[in-house]
């Protein structure tokens, strides 16, 4: 069988040594793979309705994430042009990276995206995840409101067993664009990592916070979490 060796840092020691306990016969070997599958999968091309600062129209195209923003495919015919404009006036880069062979990409920075919704099949993996963002919906909210925070695990468990990087955050990306949609904070920011205690990346993206400083972020989330627990949630989730 292939070997690979992966050297950690001694202060990461105690977030291993907790895996393999959780563990519970799976190989920390596995739990990798998995959560290796997870990462790239992140990082596929998927379709999205971009709005990006200063443009007078959104635009529907593929993503995808890259550092500290994302790639945009230039579509054909008028959303192409539209792009293109767009990206001219915001100074923005062009080139290949990230899609195929022929095809123009342009690189946009997250600060120069003013929302972003990924058009995902609803049923993607067998899951219902509007569905499953409904039932989350009063969860997160009861959580908001008291501004407390809850770890993806947790959360994967008081929905029926998700799975907390495969399947929570396709529901929370329901939620995150019902937000973002309608000028409401961003509701997801109650859940956390249970290692680090902060949401996941995609909440710093979404906000435009990738490129702070972790102290900044840190202090943009828990400012975020204060305006969670004023703001006028409805009891019933609104999707």
Same mark, same amino acid.
């Given at each position: ?68 923003? %994302?790639? #945009?495919? $230039?579509?054909?015919?008028?959303? @192409?042009?539209?792009l293109r404009t767009a990206a001219?006036? +915001?100074? *923005? !880069? ?42 989350? %919906?009063? #969860?997160? $909210?009861?959580?908001?409101?008291? @501004? ?8 994967? +468990?008081? *929905? !029926? ?42 909440? %710093? ?18 400012? +975020? ?15």
């Amino acid at each position: 069988m292939p070997k690979k060796t992966v050297y950690i840092r001694e202060s990461d020691l105690p977030l291993w040594e907790r895996a393999e306990v959780l563990a519970q016969g799976d190989s920390v070997s596995s739990i990798l793979t998995e959560a290796l599958q997870q990462y790239l999968e992140g990082r596929q091309a998927l379709t999205a309705t971009v709005r990006l600062r200063g443009a007078a129209q959104d635009i529907q195209t593929r993503v995808q994430p890259v550092s500290s923003g %994302w790639m #945009l495919a $230039v579509p054909d015919g008028p959303m @192409g042009k539209i792009l293109r404009t767009a990206a001219a006036e +915001a100074g *923005l !880069g062009s080139g290949s990276e990230g899609g195929g062979p022929g095809q123009e990409w342009v690189w946009v920075p997250a600060s120069a995206v003013a929302a972003l919704w990924l058009r995902m099949p609803s049923t993607a993996g067998g899951a219902d995840y509007s569905a499953l963002a409904r039932q989350a %919906w009063p #969860l997160l $909210v009861a959580k908001a409101r008291i @501004g407390d925070t809850v770890p993806y695990s947790q959360l994967g +468990a008081e *929905l !029926g067993g998700l799975h907390p990087l495969r399947q929570v955050p396709q529901l929370l990306d329901v939620i995150e664009q019902w937000c973002l949609g309608h000028d409401a904070p961003d509701l997801t920011g109650v859940v956390v990592s249970q290692a680090s205690g902060l949401p996941g990346q995609d909440y %710093w993206r979404q906000n435009h916070w990738a490129e702070l400083s972790v102290a900044d972020r840190v202090d943009r989330w828990r400012q +975020a979490l204060q305006e969670l627990a004023h703001h006028p949630w409805p009891a019933e989730p609104p999707f």
